[in-house]
């Protein structure tokens, strides 16, 4: 999911190793505000703009020190896996498509308190047996719900709608609860995003808890990613969708 690290960095980051346990009983989601736009909440207008194999090719050919050609597969599965719109997401190296570095099911949700949208993310049981799903559908046939294990509640990304970009801007929950430690070093997770009608431009940091200095993620900036493939006319709409 780095300068020459970028190159080596995923977009996506890996599952945290640790973090703050979820409210075991949440209240349910607050009314949506009237004063937001209708963009802002409605899950099937943003799953059909992320649903698609995001590449960017052009921005590593621009620049091949920094960026390596990556994939980022947003594939829209069955209403019926989480009862919802959900994704089977794969992130992998242009040469190296049918080993992806980073898999897992994420689905859509409203925020807590109704004005925005988040990713809950689920980590695939065996996710091996599913690698290249997101090119080929078909391998995701036998995922089922029982494969899926729910990630804390504080690692969702949040995607907050900007009615004068028309675009979401997204962000890890606040306060710095979803760690992850890598190569010994206790970071928490602090990723940002852009999406639009046309483009998706994640980065994925790690930063230290106690200084908030990056420690890992790409020093460069953020991926900037255009749809090579789209799936939107596969985001269900409903239950008999």
């Known amino acids: 999911m780095s300068a ?3 190159a080596a960095a995923p977009p996506l980051a890996p599952p945290p190793t640790a973090s703050a346990s979820t409210p075991t009983s949440p209240s349910p989601p607050a009314a949506a505000a009237s004063d937001l736009a209708p963009e802002a909440t409605d899950a099937v207008h943003f799953g059909r703009w992320i ?3 995001w590449s960017n090719k052009a921005q590593a050919l621009e620049n091949p020190p920094f960026w390596a050609h990556i994939h980022v597969v947003f594939r829209p599965l069955p209403w019926s896996l989480l009862d919802g719109i959900s994704f089977y997401a794969e992130s992998a190296y242009d040469y190296m498509l049918g080993n992806p ?3 897992s099911v994420v689905k859509v949700v409203p925020t807590p308190d109704g004005r925005a949208l988040e ?3 689920y980590k695939i049981k065996d996710a091996d047996e599913f690698w290249l799903g997101g090119h080929e559908p078909e391998l995701l046939d036998g995922l089922t719900a029982d494969r899926l294990i729910k990630m804390p509640a504080c690692c969702n990304t949040v995607y907050t709608w900007d009615p004068a970009d028309r675009v979401y801007r997204a962000a890890t929950r606040p306060g710095k609860e979803c760690i992850i430690v890598r190569q ?3 970071t ?3 990723s940002t ?3 639009s009608a046309e483009g998706y431009s994640p980065w994925d940091l790690g930063r230290d808890p106690e200084t908030d200095e990056r420690v890992w993620g790409g020093a460069a900036g953020p991926f900037d ?3 090579e493939k789209r799936f939107a006319d596969d985001v269900p709409t409903g239950p008999d969708a």
């Open 193 to 195: 995003a852009v999406l």
């Open 225 to 227: 990613f255009v749809p």
């Open 184 to 186: 010994g070093a206790t």
């Open 4 to 6: 020459a690290a970028v």
């Open 51 to 53: 649903a698609a194999d």
């Open 101 to 103: 570095y980073k898999t």
């Open 119 to 121: 990713f809950e993310n």
């Open 188 to 190: 928490y997770l602090d």
